[in-house]
């Protein structure tokens, strides 16, 4: 069932004309960068007591850096099924039902939130006015920044402040969890100008950086799966993906630089340059589009790239025969 949410939601977003990156084996489901920019980690459950306390922290870490606003996707809680329109939160990470997040997404925010003993909208000053109410009361809900029940701002016809949801600002960053090789290409990042590194386990990127350009990093080779999920996720985010090894690794979807080589490179810029000279699907774009080469084959001869790899990437560029472009 949780699959098959998953699957509505991201082919409701798609359908939208919003950019998404499914995500597999991952703390969080979904990356969505709206139309207008707006972006967010979506973890999609069907219970969201079932959110764990460190996978929210993950999902605050990873919004954190990159400027999105982590979101829970569920269908219910203990008490029953989500409200509509309604904000609930476990772990500091705000939860909704699929309409309101669908409306969210659209531009259209939630007015209310849950909190003990209900749930609240904020009013502006004129509305609290022009509630049926004593003085006093006024007075306490103007001290309360105009905090009444959903209830009441239905009976008075009332629509609210929208709830603004926003980027983490302060996470913990993790650091104290980094292997020993982890942390020495965190602090190679910093030297190069990233003001702030921190770690994540559950992601296809292991490590991110930040400083203007942000850097998704894992320190380990992995599986082609994860790979590209770390190369979909860098670029709908306009990050930098890197694979940072202890020696020369074969080709992968990613970018790829051993430690000896990153110790030489001096600022985030040089690494970036370093990067986009040895992107392997720039390179296999460039042969397609300038020499006309469109054989997995032959390019794999030229490039040194595998044929797998390769196969990926020009399916990504429309092209599933070996003719000439």
């Known amino acids: 069932m949780r699959a098959e949410l998953c699957a509505d939601l991201e082919e409701a977003l798609r359908a939208g004309g919003h950019e998404v990156v499914r995500i597999e084996r991952a703390c969080f489901d979904i990356f969505v960068r709206t139309r207008d920019g707006r972006a967010y980690i979506v973890k999609v459950l069907i219970n969201a007591d079932g959110l764990r306390r460190e996978v929210a922290e993950e999902l605050r870490r990873i919004s954190h850096f990159l400027e999105a606003v982590p979101v829970v996707v569920a269908l219910k809680r203990h008490t029953g099924p989500l409200e509509k329109g309604v904000v609930y ?49 006024r007075r306490q809900l103007r001290r309360e920044g105009g905090r009444i029940t959903l209830a009441r701002a239905e009976e008075a016809d009332v629509e609210g402040v929208p709830v603004e949801l926003k980027t983490p600002e302060h996470v913990d960053t993790g650091r104290d969890r980094m292997t020993r090789f982890e942390r020495r290409v965190a602090e190679l990042l910093e030297r190069m100008g990233a003001e702030r590194t921190g770690k994540v386990r559950r992601a296809p990127f292991k490590l991110l950086a930040k400083d203007g350009e942000t850097v998704l990093a894992r320190a380990e080779e992995g599986g082609d799966r994860e790979s590209i999920a770390l190369r979909d996720v ?9 694979i940072v090894t202890r020696e020369r690794c074969k080709d992968t979807y990613v970018p790829t630089i051993d430690i000896g080589t990153l110790e030489e490179i001096k600022d985030l810029e040089d690494l970036k340059e370093y990067l ?48 000439k472009v």
């Open 89 to 137: 939160h476990r772990y500091e990470v705000p939860v909704l039902d699929p309409l309101t997040f669908a409306r969210l997404v659209e531009g259209e925010p939630p007015k209310a939130v849950a909190d003990r003993g209900g749930q609240y909208v904020v009013i502006r000053a004129d509305e609290v006015d022009e509630l049926d109410v004593s003085r006093v009361r």
């Open 276 to 323: 986009q000279e040895r992107d392997p699907e720039e390179r296999v774009r460039r042969l397609v589009e300038e020499a006309g080469i469109t054989s997995p084959r032959e390019i794999a001869q030229r490039t040194g790239i595998r044929e797998s790899v390769i196969r990926e990437f020009l399916r990504r560029m429309g092209i599933t025969d070996e003719r």
């Open 234 to 242: 860098a670029s709908a985010t306009g990050s930098m993906g890197v």
